[in-house]
């Protein structure tokens, strides 16, 4: 049983020709086309952002937690002081 060699070679060289070709034309897709996000990406970072954020109210120091409370302390007393006086008219 004879072969015919010069074409079992040249089907070899014309599907390694349309394999590269479906390759650069896939290079190319992918080049051109911008990268999809994935949705859960956008979660993971929220998540990392939300667990930084926590992390850095963790190590807040006792003496800048103080500041802050009378801070928000006397926010809150002006507030309502404020209330108070928007009904009464100034005197000279």
């Known amino acids: 049983m004879e072969e ?35 949705p859960y990406s956008i979660r993971l970072a929220v998540i990392r952002l939300a667990s930084w954020v926590l992390a850095q109210a963790l190590e807040l120091p006792p003496k800048r937690s103080r500041a802050l409370a009378n801070v928000r302390a006397a926010t809150k007393r002006s507030h309502s002081t404020n209330a108070l006086f928007a009904g009464k008219e100034s005197r000279p």
């Open 4 to 38: 015919n060699w010069y074409a079992v070679e040249q089907q070899v060289r014309d599907r390694l020709n349309e394999a590269r070709s479906s390759a650069r034309t896939r290079t190319l897709i992918q080049r051109a086309a911008p990268q999809a996000r994935r």
